[in-house]
């Protein structure tokens, strides 16, 4: 961030009195521009014991699997975002269960949220950002072609659940060593 | 948002190519700036029967009182954010239970996320955002001087699987007609 959006100047970093982090601050009309982490929420969407997946034609991850899910928007739920996200990328229509799994990934700012949802009807399709969709059995599953280690937890975790008996509200956080600016993991 | 915060040049709300919905974009350099809703996360936090509240000693809501909660930051996770709010504004450390209830706030874009948590001791006290920092039992909850509905709805929640004797991940959400541009209700 360079400039204000509110007026157009010029912001600088520094932390706003009062408070204890850096914020971006504009040196002409004083707005302060708070950054926060974003939801991304999807469906596990089942059908007779498999699961929908969405080989993605966009990247990153091009061409690996993935739950369908996207950035929430502003004016909606979380419920209407994984809806609506099934439809846009799979063009499946599902009743949605409870929440399921909550994935925080802070090093990229994002938290994911899954609900399990059962499938309506068959006739699902690859939407704009997918290559093609297809249901999966547990074993079955391109475990080594999933997109995001998000997909893959929440996954293992309705798997293990579905074994039990008892599915309960999951929640994990990736952690990962933050890069250096040359790209490589730092020690 | 009338400026891109990349380039500093005049943005436009338009529908970019393969999207559905308007978004901000920079008629020089043609960077689309989406928003998304935020996060809201605090902490329930129990000690002995009792639930420890603060008296906002800001604005909106001035004077009334709330669970300790506030804005997630970036490159944190949910659970480090209940643990932050709790101690900024209440001064308290907690044991960090699970998340327990997630309310949606479409009109405001805010998702509100809390834990349920039990208090290492009884060292709490007003933090720069609180008047004063107390607990209480349910039925001395001060329940027509809470803050915000969202609290509300969490701590009926709460009263009624602590006397179910099953404590639940809750979902929900707060629906409001969207006010006119004359600042009242639509019809």
């Known amino acids: 961030m360079q400039f ?5 100047g010029r912001v600088t970093l520094l932390v706003p009195e009062g408070d204890s982090l ?8 004083g707005t302060i521009h708070y950054q926060n982490p974003k939801l991304v929420v999807g469906c596990l969407a089942e059908w007779r014991e498999q699961i929908l997946l969405c080989r993605r034609s966009i990247d990153p991850r091009y061409g ?8 929430m928007e502003n004016g909606e739920s979380t419920s209407q975002a994984a809806l609506r ?3 846009e990328e799979a063009c499946a229509r599902v009743e949605l269960g409870p929440a399921f799994c909550l994935i925080n990934v802070p090093h990229i700012n994002q938290v994911h949220l899954f ?3 059962r499938l309506l009807d ?3 399709a690859a939407g704009a950002e997918t290559l093609e969709t297809a249901l999966f059995s547990e074993d079955a599953l ?5 997109a995001f280690q998000s997909v893959t937890m929440c996954l293992r ?3 293990a659940d579905r074994l039990s008996g008892r599915f309960t509200f999951h929640e994990d956080s990736i952690v990962r060593a933050p890069r250096a600016a040359n790209g490589r993991p730092r020690d």
């Not at 850096?22 to 009309?29: D, M, S, T, W």
């Not at 391109?142 to 999933?146: A, T």
């Open 4 to 8: 204000c959006s509110q007026c157009g």
């Open 22 to 29: 850096p914020r971006h601050v504009c040196q002409a009309c």
């Open 64 to 71: 690996l699997w993935t739950l369908p899910a996207g950035f």
């Open 85 to 87: 996200e099934t439809l």
């Open 115 to 117: 609900y399990r949802a």
């Open 122 to 124: 068959t006739r699902f």
């Open 142 to 146: 391109p475990w080594h072609e999933l």
């Open 157 to 159: 975790a309705y798997f």
